[in-house]
């Protein structure tokens, strides 16, 4: 369906492109985001989005976030306080269905007022147990079969990952680490691969960071473990195209000809720029037909100002859909405030979180808008 956005969202034409994005103005929480963005947030039918709801002081980037949905056909905005999530770890299904990892077990529920929630996994004793829980899964992604729900977790001082049976609650792992991997996603066609990353990570004792050096791995089910890049490489917010044929990657560094958005071909590896310059996170539609990104403007904090934009690979051009999203906190906590733009499944709209109003708002384009811009 086109969704109708006249009745719950506000026009915003950025004064210097002249894109017009739509603010969600119902308001059911302070603080309302777009998801992060390696899961869309649309049902496949575009009738239902998703979104992060916070409530400050309460809740922060790791734990205490709530989720709430529009139903473009009834046109009503709905919070579900009994979402609350660790980490970016909502998926939503193609029927508008939810997951969302806590602290001890995975869940789901459907987006009507009267769907009940189903605890679909429970996290195991002997890897959790009483330990300080850090992290359950950074963004929960599905097998390529659909019956598993994979899991990058940090407890107390173990570092693990392993999937989930939806239909059966078990827990299987995958590997053990002797530091932190994360974002974890299953490959879109192969249900033994995943990608993952090496990630920075603090001490639960004493806080020391230990920074990351490797970025990109793969990890088969039977335990074969290897990064990507012959030797030690840094790059950041990577995804799998659609086929999982290719890995896209932010390279902020002077490597592979860059700065820029990188495509790689793990084997044999290959890497191309598709997108020169600095970005913040991306995401791509189309086998990299369309591109959405975000930037920094004033080097990387939480809440720092922000602007997004939209490439065109067929012309080569880009647009800008937001030149300015001012610097934005919140009183005691951090929710991770990036736009983090990403497309809906049919790549019709582009869901990503604004401040222009001064408030962190969630926001919706329509591709076809910035496609007139660029063509």
Same mark, same amino acid.
Do not use: P
């Given at each position: 369906m086109k969704p109708d956005l006249s009745v719950l969202f506000s026009p915003y034409t950025d004064p210097e492109s002249g894109i017009t994005n739509y603010l969600l103005n119902k308001r059911v929480a302070p603080v309302q985001q777009g998801f992060y963005f390696?899961?869309?947030?649309?049902?496949?039918?575009?009738r239902f989005l998703w979104f992060y709801c916070a409530f400050p002081p309460a809740g922060h980037i790791d734990w205490g976030r709530t989720l709430g949905v529009i139903d473009f056909k009834e046109q009503t905005v709905n919070h579900f306080p009994e979402t609350a999530f660790g980490a970016c770890s909502p998926l939503v299904d193609k029927d508008g +269905?939810?997951?969302w990892a806590t602290q001890r077990v995975i869940c789901r529920r459907g987006p009507l007022p009267d769907d009940t929630v189903e605890i679909i996994g429970e996290l195991p004793e002997e890897y959790f147990g009483e330990r300080a829980i850090k992290c359950v899964s950074t963004h929960l992604t599905f097998s390529a079969d659909k019956k598993e729900l994979f899991l990058d977790c940090h407890a107390g001082n173990l570092f693990f990952v392993? +999937?989930?049976?939806?239909?059966t609650k078990e827990f299987r792992l995958w590997k053990t680490f002797d530091r932190f991997y994360n974002h974890g996603q299953m490959h879109p066609s192969d249900n033994d691969l995943v990608l993952v990353a090496q990630d920075h990570f603090h001490d639960v004792c004493t806080g020391v960071k230990t920074v990351y050096e490797d970025r990109l791995w793969l990890l088969q089910r039977s335990g074969d473990f290897r990064p990507i890049f012959p030797s030690p490489t840094k790059v950041t917010h990577e995804f799998w195209d659609s086929n999982g044929k290719y890995i896209y990657a932010i390279n902020n560094h002077d490597q592979f000809g860059g700065p820029g958005i990188v495509r790689i071909t793990p084997d044999p590896l290959a890497v191309e720029i598709v997108w020169k310059g600095y970005h913040w996170h991306a995401k791509d539609f189309n086998h990299g037909q369309y591109f959405v990104c975000d930037r920094t403007l004033k080097g990387f904090f939480r809440g720092c100002p922000s602007s997004v934009h939209f490439l065109n690979c067929v012309t080569q051009k880009e647009v800008t859909m937001i030149s300015h999203n001012p610097e934005f906190h919140t009183t005691g906590s951090m929710y991770h405030v990036d736009p983090h733009p990403h497309f809906s499944p049919d790549g019709s709209l582009i869901a990503f979180t604004t401040t222009v109003n001064g408030r962190a708002d969630l926001a919706v384009a329509f591709t076809k808008d910035c496609i007139a811009a660029t063509t």
């Open positions: 390696v899961n869309t947030s649309f049902s496949a039918d575009n +269905t939810v997951y392993g +999937t989930i049976a939806v239909a």
